[in-house]
């Protein structure tokens, strides 16, 4: 690709490093679906819905490690945990809390059961990587 269709794709961006690759659509495509494909696998590829044994939270849980855990909780988890509770009734930011410990015993049982692998594989579901 020249220098001059480079500007050309750039054409309407508003910003030459963010093409918006209007003379190309079937590109402009491409480049759609692989993002589509990239937000899904960081943000839920390998995830694990995970329920705590105290107070039946139920969040969505990935290991990527031994020593790294990537839990994401919803409105309604964040309603039910009591640890959580505590915290912001005392007028705390539950966001600095690490993880709640009861919820931390439900994932190494989770992983002890083989409900959970102890390292999610980097795995693309689409087949792509």
Excluded: F
Aim: hydrophobic fraction near 35%.
């Amino acid at each position: 690709m020249t220098r001059t269709d480079e500007r050309d794709a750039a054409a309407g961006s508003g910003w030459a490093k963010a093409p918006q690759w209007v003379h190309d659509p079937d590109r402009a495509a491409a480049i759609a679906d692989a993002t589509a494909r990239d937000r899904r696998h960081y943000l839920t590829g390998g995830l694990r819905e995970v329920e705590c044994r105290t107070c039946l939270a139920k969040v969505m849980v990935k290991k990527t490690g031994a020593h790294h855990t990537s839990v994401q909780w919803n409105d309604d988890a964040l309603a039910q945990c009591s640890q959580i509770a505590e915290i912001r009734a005392g007028g705390g930011n539950a966001a600095l809390l690490p993880t709640c410990p009861r919820l931390s015993a439900s994932i190494d049982h989770a992983v002890a059961e083989g409900i959970l692998p102890d390292e999610s594989p980097e795995v693309d579901p689409d087949g792509y990587w």
